[in-house]
């Protein structure tokens, strides 16, 4: 991109900022705070612009673009889209050389005399390659802006003692929602309470043409917020049933967590088919993208349900506790990510329980959720050679891979994996103690260590963990876990299902969210029966190692051009499955790969096979106990306004 001329500082903004600048200024032992501009009136061409004014010594300086993501677990920060840097003191522009080592690191000299520097920097919202967040976060109605794309700062201090203050710019007329304290506003700027950079970095905005705030659960304290911006006004009506479940939500972890880390937090979320699906866990807030429609189509509804509660539990489990190897001082520290089975993993079971508890999913639809989860992990050949803790010491390396062969690779499978180990335990717990005990009582003792707090973060070690389990239901927790966590097990840890009053089955018609799902990716699912997935147009994603479409010789990539005699569509496959159980001869496909054909016989009569969640009858149905909400089933009117 070229340096764009709108970027230069503007006549008289030294003053408008002078003008924003909150009277209390949070100021560490001998520092001014940063001050950063962000102007979002470019957002719709994907183009962002900061303005920073940094306090400095003369002498030496190295700063620091943020490299390590918290939340993304990787050192995934967007530089590579970082351009028209100019670094600037009493209006002479500073040599900059970037560090031949740590490339999110440029050093300058700082003349004599000077004490303070001016960076202009923008911000690229295109597709990079650092597979970041950030990418592609703008479109013509909204932007979402995560700080750590726009701000660069002095290296070697801890971010949590590094003051900043920010104003933002958002294009004419459009709103924006935030953690942030703000503080002034003048047109389209406002000012915010200085705060860290830490802090800063942790606290998104998103701002939009169509755009609306609502309350949630009014009567709780701290006060809770929904953020939504829209491309389609409409949308931002949402459903009652999804604005009463959310404030549910917000009361559900008053219960379960009894405690919260917060001044007051705000779910922002984007309505979008062109700004890009998220979920990002802040202290605050919690930044999640969805489809357009994704919250008014009720096959996609489906698929959405966990996302909210997933990314709010992380305020707890992640944010406030966080793994000792993931409270890094700044963003330079490489992250150790060993932890992320309980950072993620159980995010992922409290994600889906409170959707279950607060009605975002039906009681089907959480037990056909878990199903499809537990089936694709107990389907998983590469669980034979890289066992769960890896998938999590691994995670940075593992997060953006591509599907093809992703069975035989394993993925972050610390997430869904995670899910089944902590039914697992809350499961054991239940059972040791009677239900006197469940996983309840462990996330009392666990999340809500120090009581209410403002946000901050307390580590915690994989010890502490198994010593807050014994504490709750006395057991070999230490061999519990490290059995499940080492394991080269062919098949995944489903006792917990089992435990619950469930066992997993195939049958011959997918559950409603398998279908939601499927038809979300456009894509079509053999992967229970032959072992192949496949998308829309018949290409080939993966194939199940040792499935019979393995041994058939197939692979990623390519085409199913025809399936017995018939030209390949997700039907004609259906009805070959089905005819496949009756028939003593292979499937016959007929497949493409790159302009050579070929005909590939596949062995198998199995029929059509989805995995669902079947009730042992005779059996305690712990399983339904556990989504049964903890608060009251009759909540205060919906808010809205
Ligand atoms: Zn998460």
Partial sequence: MTFHPARRPVPGLAAVLFLLAPIAIA????????????????????????HLQIPVNPGALTLEYPEWIPGDHRPSGPIDNLAGVF?????????????????????????????????????????????????????????????????????????????????????????????????????????????????????????????????????????????VAADDPDDLDLKPAILDSLSKLVRETGALYQSRHYESYHFLLSLSDSVRGEGLEHHQSSDNGIEEHGFSDDDLEITNADLLPHEFTHSWNGKYRRPIGLATPDYHVPMQDDLLWVYEGMTQYWGDVLAART??????????????????????????????????????????????????????????????????????????????????????????????TPPKVVPYTFDEIVADLNSIAPYDWRGFLRERLDSHAAHAPLSGIERGGYRLIYSDQPTAYEKALLGKHGAADAWFSLGLRINGEGEIIDVRFDSPAFKAGLGPQAKIVAINGHGYSDDVLKSALKKSKASPDPLELIVSNTDEFRIVPIEYHGGERYPKLERVTGTPALLDEIIKPLTSPAPPASPGK
């Avoid at 001016?118 to 995560?146: R, Y």
């Avoid at 107990?378 to 390396?397: E, H, M, V």
Wanted: glycine share 6%; hydrophobic share 40%; with cysteine.
């Fill in 359 to 452: 009605g975002l999913f039906t009681p089907d639809q959480y037990r056909e959720a878990l199903a499809f989860s537990a089936a694709t992990l107990d389907n998983q050949p590469g669980r034979t050679w890289r066992n769960l803790q890896d998938t999590a010491d691994a995670s940075s390396i593992l997060r953006e891979e591509s599907p093809e062969w992703g069975n035989w690779r394993r993925s972050q499978e610390y997430y869904p994996e995670g899910e089944l180990i902590w039914l697992d335990a809350d499961t054991t717990i239940r059972n040791l103690t009677h239900n006197q005990k469940s996983l309840n009582d462990f996330c009392v003792k666990f999340l809500a260590v120090g009581g209410n």
């Fill in 27 to 50: 100021q560490s032992a001998n520092s001014k705070p940063i001050l950063i501009h962000v102007d979002l009136t470019d957002a719709p061409r994907h183009l962002l612009h900061a």
């Fill in 87 to 227: 670094i600037r003191a009493n209006g002479h522009d500073l040599p900059w050389r970037r560090d031949l080592v740590d490339l999110y690191a440029v050093h300058v000299d700082v003349p004599k005399g000077v004490a303070q520097i001016e960076v202009d920097l923008d911000f690229l919202a295109v597709p990079g390659s650092t597979g970041s967040d950030e990418d592609g976060a703008t479109d013509n109605n909204m932007a979402v802006l995560e700080w750590n794309s726009v701000v660069i700062f002095p290296a070697h201090v801890p971010v949590s003692q590094i003051p900043i203050t920010a104003s933002l710019t958002v294009p004419k007329g459009w709103k924006f929602g935030t953690a942030l304290t703000k503080t002034g506003e003048i047109g389209d700027t406002s000012s915010f309470a200085s705060t860290t950079v830490e802090q800063l970095v942790d606290s998104p905005v998103i701002a939009g043409k169509y755009f609306r705030e609502l309350p949630l659960a009014p009567e709780v304290s701290p006060k809770h917020y929904l953020d």
